[in-house]
């Protein structure tokens, strides 16, 4: 049973559109929820991340928004480049149990 | 420069030869986790300490073993691997178990036969 479940499982955009990578979850006791960005070969590294009192949050081109209430979360890439082309996972995090849960990861691939 | 290390990188290996991974980390972190990961899965957690002697399963810990017995080291036993215990696995690390300081390694393959 995936506790958190992400959409697309891939992504083709051309560079300059917006990418969005949509992330839902079910467990109310998720306190924190990162994203990751793996490149092939490579372990993955956190790109920028959200707590749940917060609805959005902007690091350059990178945008969380969060809906609480609905128990979604999602990354926008503004300005995508052919540099961003990598998997990307969300993921939640259990404070209380000290556990991190992935979503299935996004491919995503920007196309010149 | 800080890292976390893990050896080895590659291992094909055959049913039931036990196996170990090692994972070292150099930023005196107390929060340590293994993850494994496959195609269509994302990553999942198998095993994750919080400081030295304390271990706690993730969500995948079946087959699997760990130990912290140092805070930098924190191994990966398979004591009887099997082909479904293929996968690319993933050593991580961070100062309190919060998951924005989560550190990862480069990764070990394991083809179990």
């Known amino acids: 049973q995936q506790q958190v479940k992400q959409s697309p499982q891939s992504l083709i955009v051309q560079k300059g559109g917006i990418s969005i990578i949509n992330c839902a979850y079910e467990n109310t006791a998720f306190d924190y929820f990162p994203w990751y960005q793996q490149f092939p070969g490579k372990g993955p590294a956190l790109l920028i991340a959200i707590r749940p009192d917060v609805s959005e949050k902007k690091e350059g081109r990178f945008t969380i928004s969060f809906n609480k209430s609905a128990k979604q979360f999602s990354l926008h890439i503004m300005d995508s480049q052919p540099g961003d082309s990598a998997t990307y996972f969300c993921a939640a995090f259990t404070g209380g149990g000290n556990k991190l849960t992935f979503g299935t990861g996004t491919q995503l691939k920007v196309e010149l | 420069e800080a890292q976390v290390t893990q050896n080895p990188r590659y291992l094909i290996t055959v049913t039931g030869k036990k196996l170990t991974v090692t994972c070292s980390q150099n930023?005196?972190?107390?929060?340590m986790s293994w993850y494994r990961q496959d195609p269509g899965l994302g990553l999942r957690q198998i095993y994750y300490?919080?400081?030295?002697?304390?271990?706690d399963k993730g969500d995948v810990p079946e087959g699997y073993k760990v130990s912290r017995k140092e805070k930098r080291n924190f191994p990966l036993i398979l004591e009887s691997p099997s082909p479904n215990q293929t996968s690319l696995y993933f050593c991580?690390?961070?100062?309190?178990?919060?998951?924005?300081?989560?550190?990862f390694g480069p990764g070990t393959r394991l083809t179990v036969l």
């Open positions: 991580a690390s961070s100062f309190s178990g919060r998951a924005d300081t989560q550190y």
């Open positions: 300490s919080m400081n030295v002697e304390v271990t």
């Open positions: 930023m005196n972190h107390e929060y």
